[in-house]
């Protein structure tokens, strides 16, 4: 399984990025995949994940409403959309896939199977 992570950058607050995901070797019929993000000095946290077949997605408190989680199923690519970022979301983003995840656990890092190199996103003026 192999998961490229693309489009990070330096935007200034209130700013827009997108990122991508792309994926390849893995079952997309079945599982989650998600986004997480990693700030110096700090643990792994949660962004957003999606169920791969169906519509489910679920977002940290601390980005809803700002970020959006998409898919598209034909070019087995997943999406960050990042609107009205604040310094407070630079970190590294790292997607995520895994095969066994269940809802109530969409949100542990642990449950994940393969993560990408990470893109990194740095909010400053």
């Known amino acids: 399984v192999q998961l490229q992570a693309s489009g990070g950058g330096l935007v200034q607050p209130g700013a827009s990025l997108k990122l991508s995901c792309a994926a390849s070797?893995?079952?997309?019929?079945?599982?989650?995949m998600g986004w997480f993000r990693q700030a110096p000095g700090k643990e792994r946290e949660f962004v957003a994940a999606?169920?791969?077949?169906?519509?489910?997605?679920f977002y940290a408190n601390s980005v809803k409403g700002r970020f959006t989680i998409s898919r598209d199923n034909a070019k087995n690519t997943m999406y960050l959309q990042l609107d009205r970022l604040k310094p407070e979301d630079t970190a590294v983003y790292y997607c995520?896939?895994?095969?066994?995840?269940?809802?109530?656990?969409?949100?542990?890092?642990?449950?994940?199977?393969?993560y990408g190199q990470g893109t990194q996103v740095t909010v400053s003026s």
């Open positions: 999606l169920k791969w077949s169906g519509s489910s997605t």
């Open positions: 070797g893995w079952s997309f019929r079945s599982g989650f």
């Open positions: 995520a896939a895994g095969s066994r995840i269940i809802n109530s656990n969409a949100r542990n890092p642990e449950a994940y199977d393969y």
